[in-house]
Every structure is written in C-alpha cells, then in structure tokens.
C-alpha cells in the first residue's frame, strides 16, 4: 500500500511539474512577435541659447547665454518586433513617431552705447517649434515575472527643433534715428540619440502595456541675422546657437501578433 501511495504520489508530482511546465512556457511565448500601439506621455524641452553680436561701427562684439525649460503633452505611433532571446532575456527593435503641439516663445532685449556716442538698441524674439520626431531604438529585457519585462532602451532619433529668430534693432546718431528688422530660422532634420528605462506587462492574450523615461538629445543647430542700416552704413550681426534637449515620459499600449 505504502509502494502504489508513493507511486501516486510520484505520478502527481510529475503531472503537476508538466501541467506548470506547459502554462508557464505560452505566457514567455507571448511576448514574441511583431507589435504596434499609441503612446501618450509628456516631454520637457531643455534648450540652451548662445547669443553674439557684432557691431560694424568699431568692430565690438558680446555674448550671452540663456536657458529655458519647457513641457507639453505629446502622443505616437510604434511598430516593433520583439523576441525573448533566452529564459530570462528579451530583446526588441522599433520604428515610432512622435508628435507634439510644443511651441514657446521666448525673447530678450539689448542695448549698447550711450549718447552722444551711437547707441544700439533692440530686441531678439525666439520662437522654437518642435516637429516630429523620427526614432530607432532597441530594447533589451529581463523577464522578472511570467508576464513582466524590465528593460534598457536606447538608439537614435532624428528630429526637427525649428527655430524662428526675429532680430529687431534701433541705430541712434545724434538726431538720426534707423531702425530695422530681419527674420532667420533653422528648419532642418538633426540626428540625435534617445536612452531609458522602460517596464512592460502583459495583461491580456496580444496585449501590452508599457511605460518608459526617456531621455532624448536632438542636437545643434545655429543661424545668423544682419540688420542693416543704409543712412549710417552701419550693420549689426546677431548669432544664435542651439542646443536641444528633453526629458519624456509615457504609457503606451499596443496589440502583439505573436509569430
């Protein structure tokens, strides 16, 4: 009786060591395949302005520096393609592209010379516009749960931070008074880089929830604007350069073809 006891008993552990098997292995299996979703989130823009002039009368020149933080909502699309490489490690790539209404406006005023000497005065308008931006990135995962993935995320993006630079001045002379204006702006696509954090579930058969921090360089980009004045000959050169940044962070869900 003891023998067919711990026969049973044997039979069962096995049974029960196969049944667990089978259950655990589907659930790994699932985060394997192509999926696509929406993500919403918020993105903090961090730029650095450098400023120079020139002044043609005596050939002066300054600089100055400046700095603004900025946030918005934004929203994208992805598509990737997932695999667990092993037991425990995942690794993915993806193609997304995010969109945000981010516009901020951001202006200084200057002033140089004093009378009766020629004075310059005016005022620099900045309006920074961010475009879409395009990214590439890879994900490289630990299972710490059947259906919980944490995960290292990086690759590179590239994005437009447009710049539109509105460079207003004022050339006093004695009782000679000039004034101008001239417009410049930066509209070109930089390639930057993108590195993170990011955790997935799996809370459904095809469907994932995930959350990311990210942070996301877009790079430099610089213009130049002269305003001249044609009674006095004289010219002022305005200089600006950018450096963009961001910090973002989102939820996303998306539906998985598994394959």
Known sequence: MKKITLALTTVAFAITNVSFAESALPLTAEFNGVFFGANAGFINLIEKTTVSQTFSADNSFRSDERKFNASSGYFDGQLGYGRMISDEFYLAGKFAITYTPFEHQNQRSWSRGTAPL??????????????????????????????????????????????????????????????????????????????????????????????????????????????????????????????????????????????
């Open 118 to 259: 020629p004075v310059d005065t005016g005022n620099s308008n900045f309006t920074t516009d961010l475009r879409p931006i395009y990214s590439i990135d890879m994900e490289l995962g630990y299972l710490f749960d059947p259906t919980w993935i944490s995960y290292l995320v990086g690759g590179v993006n590239f994005a437009n931070t447009k710049h539109t630079h509105t460079f207003n001045g004022t050339h006093t002379v004695g009782a000679t008074l000039e004034t101008a204006s001239v417009t410049a702006d930066t509209n070109t696509y930089k390639t930057g880089f993108n590195i993170g954090i990011g955790i997935k579930h799996l809370i459904a058969e095809h469907w994932l929830l995930a959350a990311e921090y990210e942070y996301i360089y877009l790079g430099k980009t610089s213009d130049t604007a002269t305003i001249s004045y044609p009674t006095s000959s004289h010219t002022v050169t305005e200089k600006a350069a950018y450096k963009s940044q961001a910090i973002s962070g989102l939820a996303s869900v998306s539906y998985l073809f598994n394959c």
